[in-house]
């Protein structure tokens, strides 16, 4: 069983940064996809973006050029860099894990592992 613990979430302002982490157990980390999703209130669970086992990197097109994932499998964390924050980022944030990650699902079900969530809130 794979572990998944978020962190650093919180409420912020418009234009402001934050970083999120996400600390998985299992000795073979480095061979994981990693993907973060979010759900905004009342809205379905959607794709932010994720990396592979080789660092290759995707992101959905509300994000792309704010957000950047990276991946330190020393630590067996994903970082995902969240610049300029809007309001219409707020959301609760999870992290996803799938084994044998040589590819980035933009799903849900292709994910085997999910953590609980951490929520970040962004104030106009």
């Known amino acids: 069983q794979v572990q998944l613990v978020e962190s650093g979430g919180g409420l912020v302002q418009a234009g402001a940064s934050l970083r999120l982490s996400c600390a998985a157990s299992g000795r073979t980390f480095s061979n994981y996809a990693m993907g973060w999703f979010r759900q905004p209130p009342g809205q379905e669970r959607g794709f932010v973006g994720g990396?592979?086992?080789?660092?290759?990197?995707d992101y959905g097109t509300s994000v792309k050029g704010r957000f950047a994932i990276f991946r330190d499998n020393a630590k067996n964390t994903v970082y995902l860099l969240m610049n300029n924050l809007k309001p219409e980022d707020t959301a609760v944030y999870y992290c996803a894990s799938k084994l044998l990650g040589s590819i980035i699902p933009r799903y849900g079900g292709g994910y085997d592992y999910w953590g609980q969530g951490t929520q970040v809130t962004v104030s106009s």
């Open positions: 990396i592979d086992m080789n660092g290759n990197t």
